[in-house]
C-alpha cells in the first residue's frame, strides 16, 4: 500500500514518512543536547559565556561571512555548464539555502536553494541539485582532509581514537559519494539498476520515486563537466573552509583559549561532519556535542567548550538567517511558497 497519508497542521503538510523524519530529528536533537548540559557544570558555563566580549563578533562573522563570498565564485563555476549566472546571484542564493536549513525540517534548504535559482534563471532543479551533491562531496572530503592533519599534527592516544574514528567514518561516506558521482558519469544504468536492487532490499523510500529521483540526479550529472574547473573548485573548496576555520580560531582566542590552530580545524570538521546526524532545523543540539567531543580530544574543559559552540552557533544561525532572508525579499519570493513545493519535492524523503 502506497505510503502516502498526509497530515496537515498550521498549513504545512507531511507524509507519514516526513513526518517520522522529522520527529526523529527533533529526538536526537533533544538527545544531544541533553548529553551536551549533563556533561557540563551549567553555572561554570554560564559565567564563562559572561565573559564574552561582543566586540570579537566582528572579525568571527567577517571570517564566516566571507567564506559565502567564496562559495559564490565555486558554486558559480560548478553551474556554468548548466546555467550561466552571475556571481552575486549564486553567493545570494546559497544565502537562501542556508536559512531554510535553519527554519525548515528535513534539511529542505539544499530542495530550497534549487528552486530559488530555478525561480530567478532558467536552471532546471536536477542539474542545479547536481552541482550541490558534488560541492557537498568536495567539502566533505576536504573536512576529512582536515582530520587527517589533525591527526598528523599529533594528540593524545585517547583522544586520537575518537577523531581516527571519526575521520575514516567519514572518509569512507565521502569517497563512496564521490564513486557515485563517477559511477552516474561513467555508468548511469548501472547506478540505477543498483539503486532499484537496494530500493527492494531496504524500501526507505517509495520505490518509483526513488528511482525517478535517481533518474532526474543522474540526468543533472551527465551535465556537468569534469574538466580543469574542478582544480579550481577543489581549490576554492579549501579556502571556502579555511575562512570559516579563522572563524572558530578567533572564537578560540575570545575565550582566552591557547589552544593552537588544529584545535579550531577539528572542532570546524567536528561540528559539521555532525550535520550529517539527522537533526531539528538548525542543527541544534548536534553542534554543542561536536564542539565538546572536539574539545576533549585536546583536553579542553566542557563548560568552555559548551559556551563557545553557543556563540559559535548563534553568530552563524542569525547571520545566514537574516541573510537569506533579505535575498528571498529582494528575489520577490515567498518563503511559505518555497517551503510547500520543496516538502511535495521528488526529492524530499
Not at 67 to 93: A, D, Y
Amino acid at each position: 500500500m502506497k505510503e502516502s497519508t498526509e497530515k496537515e497542521s498550521g498549513g504545512w503538510t507531511f507524509s507519514g514518512r516526513q513526518l517520522l523524519t522529522i520527529i526523529g530529528g527533533v529526538a536526537v536533537s533533544v538527545s544531544v543536547l541533553g548529553w551536551a548540559l549533563y556533561q557540563v557544570d551549567l553555572r561554570e558555563a554560564v559565567r564563562t559565556l559572561g565573559r564574552f566580549g561582543p566586540w570579537w563578533a566582528v572579525p568571527m562573522l567577517l571570517c564566516y561571512l566571507s567564506s559565502f563570498l567564496v562559495r559564490g565564485v565555486r558554486w558559480r563555476l560548478l553551474l556554468e555548464p548548466v546555467e550561466k549566472v552571475s556571481w552575486s546571484t549564486s553567493t545570494g542564493v546559497i544565502f537562501s539555502g542556508y536559512m531554510a536549513n535553519n527554519l525548515l525540517p528535513l534539511r529542505l534548504g539544499e530542495i530550497v536553494r534549487a528552486l530559488v535559482l530555478g525561480q530567478v534563471t532558467s536552471a532546471r532543479v536536477e542539474g542545479t541539485l547536481s552541482t550541490i551533491v558534488l560541492e557537498r562531496v568536495f567539502d566533505g572530503l576536504i573536512l576529512v582532509g582536515m582530520i587527517a592533519l589533525v591527526l598528523a599534527s599529533g594528540i593524545g592516544p585517547e583522544a586520537g581514537g575518537v577523531v581516527r574514528y571519526t575521520g575514516v567514518v567519514s572518509a569512507f561516506v565521502f569517497a563512496g559519494a564521490l564513486l557515485f558521482v563517477i559511477g552516474a558519469r561513467l555508468f548511469p544504468q548501472s547506478i540505477l539498476s543498483g539503486v532499484r536492487s537496494a530500493l527492494n532490499w531496504v524500501p526507505i523510500v517509495e520505490e518509483e520515486k526513488g528511482l525517478d529521483a535517481t533518474r532526474s540526479l543522474l540526468r543533472g550529472l551527465k551535465s556537468l563537466a569534469f574538466d580543469r574547473r574542478l582544480l579550481a573548485v577543489v581549490g576554492l573548496s579549501a579556502v571556502v573552509w579555511i575562512l570559516e576555520g579563522g572563524m572558530f580560531w578567533v572564537g578560540l582566542r575570545a575565550f582566552s583559549l591557547e589552544a593552537g590552530v588544529e584545535a579550531a580545524f577539528l572542532t570546524l570538521a567536528f561540528v559539521n561532519l555532525s550535520i550529517l546526524i539527522p537533526s531539528a532545523p538548525g542543527y541544534v543540539g548536534v553542534f554543542q556535542g561536536a564542539a565538546i567531543l572536539a574539545f576533549e580530544a585536546f583536553g579542553l574543559p566542557e563548560e568552555v567548550a559548551l559556551s563557545y559552540s553557543v556563540v559559535l552557533h548563534v553568530l552563524q544561525y542569525v547571520s545566514v538567517t537574516v541573510i537569506g532572508l533579505i535575498v528571498l525579499a529582494v528575489y520577490g519570493v515567498s518563503l511559505a511558497a518555497l517551503r510547500r513545493e520543496s516538502i511535495a519535492s521528488e526529492y524530499t524523503e
